[in-house]
Every structure is written in C-alpha cells, then in structure tokens.
C-alpha cells in the first residue's frame, strides 16, 4: 500500500515537472505579446544616445510586432535609468541604451543601489563612436608625432580639457598619454559643451571627442583634428588619419548598446538579439548612422559581454592609477 502511494505521488510529481518546465519556453514563444517593450534612455531628447535608441526602437518594433516606448531618465551619467530598470521585473519588457559609462558607473559614483556588472545583462551592442585628438589651430603640432615631441619639450604645460573627471573623454586621453609617456595639464568642466567652448576660446590647446561636436569648425579653420582613434578612417571626415597611420597606434571609443535587468530569460535575449541583427541592417539606420560619424554595430550578447568585461577592465586601471575616487 505504502509503495503504491509513494508511486503515486512520483508519477504526480513527474507529472507536475512536466508542466513546470516548459514555462521559460513559452514565456520567449509568448513574448513580446503582453504590451509595449519600454526603451530606456539615461539622457534628455535629442541627444546621440536619444537618437539611436528611436532608430533602433521604431525596426526593433516592425521586427518584434510591438510597439518600443522611449522613455527619457535623465540623471547621473545614466544612473537613473539604471536604477528604473532595475526596479523592474526581468522579463524582456524594459531595456536601456546603455552606454560605455556604465563600465566605470560603479567606481566613479558612491551610493549607487547596483552592480553593474553583476545587475546588468549586456545584450546587442548597436553603436560605435571614436574619438579624435582635437586642437586649437595656433598650437604648434599639426599631427600626432609634433604633438609627442611638443610634449616631451614642455611636460604638463599643455592644457587639455575633459567634460569632466572620469568621463570617456579625460580616460581616453590619459590613456594615450600614458602610452605615449608624456605629461599634459589636464583642465575638467562639466560638459562637453564648455570643454568645446575653452578650446574655441584658446582657454585650452587639446581634447579628446567625438565627431558630431567639432566636426562642424573643421572646415573654417577654428579647430584641427589631430587623429582618429580607430582603426579606420572616418567616412564622413576621410582627410583625418587613424593614430595607426601616423605610427602610433591606440584605438578609443564610446558605444552603446542594448542593456537588460540580470535574470531575464536567455531565450528572451536570443529573441532580441535576433531582432537587433535585422534591424540593424536597414539602410537608413547605417545612413544616419554614419551621418553622426558612429558605426553602426550588431553584435551578439557573448561578444558585447566579453566587450563589457574588457572596457571595465582597461578603464578601471586607469582610474586607479589616476587616484581617481568615487564621488
């Protein structure tokens, strides 16, 4: 009797296992059925972020069959969005544009409620964007190698600005400097506007940014570009030559891509991910695209989490070299 109740209650618990496994598998059959998928942005509208996350959004939308919502969280290089994201559950209905910020989030900002790289999944990579070396046109160096022995002459003389300490921009620059073995006196400001303002004003020679800011004084001669930091030349500013080209190879550049909560199913973020891949191919995203001077990107959630890693990894060297700590 007894062995026929214990068997009983096995066959039911098989039973009940089979119905309980399959659930993740209907949730990625079912989804994104249950509503509008919430796309978050760590920046006010109309910046770069803000304008590939509505690119991407409206084909992620015809690919996905639901509406992508761009919602706008401005606040804390991102923090904010983070942390909306976070307050939501983890089931594929609410992204974030992150950005390359986020690696360093977390060694730049005391009190923070997450783990970047524990809280945050890495899912597509969708954008690229290099940084150039820009001057002023009266500084005496029109390519890299003037600038090094410029340097070299007059150590920690030469003022270059950043948007701020710790930004993309300052670690990109001490980066190369460091490479390079040389000094420069660096000048923070809390945005990439007044940066670019001093350096039109002469208050600064140099800086580190990204092409959709300066591009636009090239041509009458207000600013000079240097190099680009990638390994290709840009499509929209081909007289600029890679550092590679000019013997000095270094490579920087912001991203940004699609993040997600920890924990939201995989076959979730395969279903995205796939989304992404179509999505990106369309011409007027690689049009605009390279437009802004960015290159558009389609990775998948292996190659941008090995990508997450090692940008941590590099930028968090270099913070702590700089005794840079958390504010």
Not at 111 to 125: E, H, W
Not at 183 to 196: A, D, F, I, M, N
């Given at each position: 009797m ?24 209907r ?9 509008p998928?919430?796309?978050?942005v ?18 992620l ?19 904010v969005a ?7 559950p ?21 009190g ?5 790289s ?13 940084y ?20 070299r ?8 600005g ?16 460091a490479?390079?073995k ?12 007044q ?20 591009a ?53 973020v ?13 011409p007027?995203?690689?049009?605009r ?12 959630p ?26």
């Amino acid at each position: 009797m007894f062995l026929k109740k214990f068997s009983g209650i096995v066959a039911a618990s098989l039973i009940s296992l089979q119905w309980v496994a399959p659930a993740p598998a209907r949730a990625a059959d079912d989804y994104p059925k249950r509503g509008p998928i919430t796309f978050l942005v760590g920046f006010g509208p109309g910046g770069v972020t803000d304008i590939i996350a509505r690119q991407v959004g409206t084909k992620l939308s015809d690919q996905l069959g639901q509406a992508v919502v761009v919602v706008n969280k401005p606040g804390a290089s991102g923090g904010v969005a983070a942390a909306q994201l976070l307050a939501a559950p983890a089931d594929g209905y609410t992204m974030w544009a992150c950005t390359s910020s986020l690696t360093v989030m977390n060694r730049l900002f005391k009190g923070l409620s997450f783990n970047a790289s524990k809280d945050i999944l890495p899912v597509a990579q969708l954008a690229s964007v290099p940084y150039f070396l820009v001057a002023r046109p009266e500084l005496p160096a029109d390519n890299l190698k003037q600038l090094v022995e410029l340097a070299r002459k007059k150590p920690g003389e030469i003022p270059y600005g950043s948007p701020g300490i710790g930004t993309m921009s300052h670690l990109a620059a001490e980066m190369w400097y460091a490479k390079e073995k040389i000094q420069l006196r660096h000048v923070p400001y809390k945005s990439g506007q007044q940066t670019l303002t001093d350096l039109l004003g002469g208050q600064i020679s140099l800086t580190f940014d990204q092409e959709a800011s300066f591009a636009s004084y090239l041509p009458s001669g207000k600013l000079k570009a240097l190099g680009v930091a990638t390994n290709e030349r840009s499509p929209t500013l081909p007289n600029v030559p890679t550092f590679a080209e000019q013997g000095i190879p270094f490579t920087a550049e912001a991203w940004t891509g699609i993040c997600m909560k920890s924990g939201t199913p995989p076959e979730i973020v395969k279903k995205i991910s796939a989304a992404v891949r179509l999505a990106m191919t369309a011409p007027e995203i690689k049009d605009r695209f390279h437009q802004m001077g960015m290159s558009p990107r389609a990775t998948t959630p292996e190659e941008f989490q090995k990508r997450f890693a090692s940008d941590g990894e590099q930028m968090g060297q270099i913070i702590t070299k700089l005794g840079i700590e958390p504010q």
